[in-house]
């Protein structure tokens, strides 16, 4: 479909500076974000209780924010990861504050968004060894956060996508904590940038996410000897993809990482695990967190929340075998042929 027109005054999305300085850019994104979450997003919703914990990781300390709906009550666990290429974004940032709030209320669940150490500074595999530490945290802490360690979801956003994905692969190679189901937005899965919709010049240039800038990002979170062909990389070139949690992907129509989402559906379902794949169709990159300005953000944001909610509610088998998701697969197949 044509480009949702509320996004057209975001298009084509500046690319990064020439003199990059990573901790400027953070700077500049911290300082700017109150103003932006009051421009384009809705405000969260009250929880029950929000904390920070810090938590020792080899070589240093990570920050989890820590919702809850309610109190006295044992509930599934979402982590959560956020994006930002790997060098930007946060876990307490104001945007993440939101998705951890709408999901901690929205899918009645302890939300935990983790605030893991980013590139340069800290390369592959440190990112994803603090997301691995996080999950382990939760677990030996279940009874003190109030979670339900047999019900285990994770999700995240482009980078953060990445990071669950490969943590799911990590988690099941090293036989850790059985994760129940993977929620995969806007993902990046290929940083071989191989596949066809990174070559279309008009998706690497026109819209919110570059492939030059991608380009420039990935050397810093790969360090001098990152393999971008390692599965904990690039989850979409692991050898086998069984065993691995069933999975929702929600790709953006106008999206260089569009085509990333469609294969690792492919594969796994070929690997005999569930997979659906839901185009968001109209959207950029970043239109997900636009839900004050843009009604087919808060879909996006709904549909989400209802994944999550059927994984909690013990609705996995119907979510992933039911007449709904036959449907959807099935309208997504036939759209994208």
């Given at each position: 479909?044509?480009?949702?027109?509320?996004?057209?005054a975001f298009v084509p999305a500046p690319?990064?500076?020439?003199?990059?300085?990573?901790p400027v850019l953070r700077v500049r994104e911290e300082s700017n974000a109150d103003t932006m979450v009051e421009q384009v997003a809705e405000r969260g919703p009250d929880v029950a209780q929000k904390r920070i914990v810090y938590?020792?990781?080899?070589?240093?300390?990570?920050a989890l924010a820590i919702y809850r709906p309610a109190l006295d009550e044992t509930l599934p666990v979402h982590i959560y990861f956020h994006g930002g290429g790997w060098v930007a974004g946060s876990g307490l940032s104001p945007f993440t504050d939101i998705v951890a709030r709408e999901r901690c209320v929205g899918a009645h669940c302890v939300t935990v968004a983790v605030d893991y150490r980013k590139a340069p500074e800290h390369p592959h595999p440190i990112p994803l060894d603090d997301c691995q530490g996080a999950l382990q945290w939760v677990v030996d802490h279940a009874a003190e956060i109030g979670v339900d360690p047999s019900i285990i979801t994770v999700g995240g956003a482009s980078a953060?996508?990445?990071?669950?994905?490969?943590?799911c692969l990590k988690n099941r190679d090293e036989s850790g904590p059985a994760i129940t189901f993977q929620l995969l937005e806007?993902?990046?899965l290929d940083l071989t940038l191989s596949l066809p919709s990174h070559a279309d010049t008009e998706l690497g240039s026109m819209y919110a996410l570059h492939r030059s800038d991608v380009e420039r990002l990935l050397p810093l979170y790969l360090g001098e000897n990152g393999d971008p062909r390692h599965p904990h990389v690039s989850p979409l070139f692991a050898g086998n993809h069984a065993g691995l949690p069933p999975a929702y992907l929600m790709p953006a129509e106008y999206d260089l990482l569009r085509d990333d989402a469609t294969a690792y559906a492919e594969k796994l379902n070929e690997a005999g695990v569930p997979a659906i794949l839901s185009l968001q169709r109209g959207h950029i990159h970043i239109s997900g967190g636009l839900t004050k300005i843009l009604p087919a953000a808060r879909a996006w944001r709904d549909e989400a929340l209802a994944v999550l909610r059927a994984v909690h509610s013990g609705h996995l088998r119907d979510l992933v075998s039911g007449s709904a998701f036959r449907r959807l697969a099935a309208a997504t197949s036939t759209d994208q042929e």
């Open positions: 479909m044509p480009l949702e027109p509320i996004l057209a690319t990064l500076p020439d003199d990059l300085d990573v938590v020792p990781v080899a070589g240093g300390t990570i953060g996508a990445n990071l669950a994905a490969a943590l806007v993902p990046a």
